[in-house]
């Protein structure tokens, strides 16, 4: 059995890319475990522990949690001496919930269905969880304008995750690479936290081509 609390499932090409960045962050021992897309997501014993068969995932102390946004949530509270959360009486816990899931939810509907240029009758429009793409991304953009971090000048993993979205969209043409976005995800990917994990990616990549 590993010395480590965490065991984390991930794929180097993937969106799991938050996680490795949110476990550097987090500074606390864990084991990564490879997967590739044709095989061993889908076997019976990784099925198991994610039954949509996809990464990210990891098992803390035998407690399974999946979904990128709970896993960083999670992680932050399991470990709050690391400061990755304000506390749970702060005035700003409202706003670090508010915009971890605002990416997790509106924010990745609205680009993902814009972008798969998905034809929304005018009749079901009111059935969106964001209206519009444009007041998505200007709401989006208030969100990291005006201070270093979503809480201010405290970090958390409401930036983690949001900044990997925002860094993810601009790279691939989806997001508007707006003066705002582009500062926000400077100042992060300056992290050295951020930097290891990008080491990390790139070595798990190399290893895996030549497989």
């Not at 099925?47 to 932050?76: R, S």
Request: with cysteine; charged share 20%.
């Amino acid at each position: 059995m590993s010395a480590s609390r965490i065991t984390f499932y991930s794929n180097p090409q993937s969106r799991a890319a938050v996680i490795h960045w949110m476990l550097e962050e987090l500074g606390e021992p864990y084991e990564t475990i490879y997967l590739n897309y044709q095989g061993a997501m889908k076997t019976p014993e990784y099925l198991a522990v994610n039954p949509m068969g996809k990464v990210p995932a990891i098992v803390h102390d035998g407690q399974v949690v999946t979904e990128g946004a709970a896993i960083c949530a999670f992680l932050a509270d399991q470990y709050p001496q690391k400061n990755l959360a304000p506390a749970t009486d702060s005035p700003l816990r409202g706003t670090y919930y508010r915009w971890l899931f605002f990416a997790a939810g509106p924010l990745e509907e609205a680009i993902t269905m814009t972008s798969l240029k998905m034809p929304i009758p005018a009749d079901k429009s009111a059935m969106l969880g964001f209206g519009t793409l444009a007041r998505t991304v200007d709401v989006l953009e208030q969100a990291v304008s005006g201070s270093n971090w979503i809480c201010g000048e405290q970090f958390t993993a409401a930036d983690v995750y949001v900044g990997s979205a925002i860094r993810f969209y601009m790279l691939f043409g989806v997001l508007e690479a707006r003066p705002a976005f582009k500062a926000y995800v400077d100042r992060l990917t300056q992290r050295p936290a951020y930097q290891r994990s990008l080491k990390i990616l790139e070595q798990a990549a190399a290893t895996q081509q030549k497989q």
